[in-house]
């Protein structure tokens, strides 16, 4: 008896927890490269906590700028709730689909989605007070050492955060170098924590990308989801 309690409240605190994070949560789609790796396609879709509509977005990034192409940022959402099981990702087929015109003219390959040298297994709750993590390209002989840092001003409705990474590489012949991604000067509003999810080198080992899940007061009272990327070249 007092084991079936003890399970009992320990359900009730995880779910407690889960409601207190409930939100929006998008799922990330690593869309692919251009052959040459200087283009990146992403993409995150799911379902409004409010309207239960399928959504979501494609993003087309030059990987040497660390900046959307021109034109390269696409949204869309359905216009009528989803049925029982569905995840959003008819709404995310839907967008590619309507703009294949232009992943071919980038030259996209969904089969090229690069090398993934990390990627973050845990379910992390949302923190502000950044992270450290370190990984390592075996194929190249190359160890990295990155590190998340937050800044966040204000509270409630007015809070912006922004972020940078600095990102210390150590080739095979021992040989250290550091960088800086990101820009910190580039105000979120409602941004509350980030997270490093993935790191990826393109199918031209000269440069990496950085995908980042950010974590949003929503307006239902809990915490959105959504993911961005930083990329680098060497």
């Known amino acids: 008896m007092f084991e079936k309690r003890y399970f009992g409240i320990i359900v009730l605190i995880t779910v407690c927890a889960a409601c207190l994070w409930a939100g929006d949560i ?50 869309y959402t359905h ?27 980038y030259g996209i390959n969904f089969l090229l989605q690069g090398q993934v040298l990390y990627i973050a297994t845990d379910e992390k709750a949302p923190t502000n007070r950044g992270e450290s993590i370190e990984f390592r ?13 937050p800044t966040t001003e204000g509270s409630g409705a007015a809070l912006t955060s922004s972020f940078s990474i600095i990102m210390e590489r150590t080739a095979r012949d021992g040989l250290k170098k550091s960088y800086s991604v990101g820009n910190p000067q580039v105000k979120r509003p409602l941004i509350t924590s980030y997270h490093i999810r993935k790191v990826i080198v393109p199918p031209k080992n000269n ?10 007061q929503g307006d239902s009272g809990g915490q959105d989801v959504r993911y961005m990327v930083e990329t680098l070249k060497f």
């Open 26 to 75: 998008a799922t990330f789609a690593d869309l692919g490269f251009s052959p040459d790796g200087k283009t990146y396609l992403f993409g995150q879709y799911g379902i409004q906590t409010k309207t239960l509509r399928p959504w979501a977005d494609i993003y087309l990034v030059d990987v040497l700028k660390n900046d959307f192409v021109s034109g390269g940022r696409i949204s």
């Open 79 to 105: 216009d009528s709730p989803a049925t029982a099981g569905q995840d959003g990702s008819g709404a995310l087929y839907r967008l590619i689909s309507r703009n294949a015109a232009l992943t071919e003219r």
């Open 137 to 149: 390209d075996f194929e190249q002989g190359v160890s990295y050492k990155a590190s998340l840092i």
């Open 207 to 216: 440069s990496i990308v950085f995908v980042i899940e950010m974590w949003k």
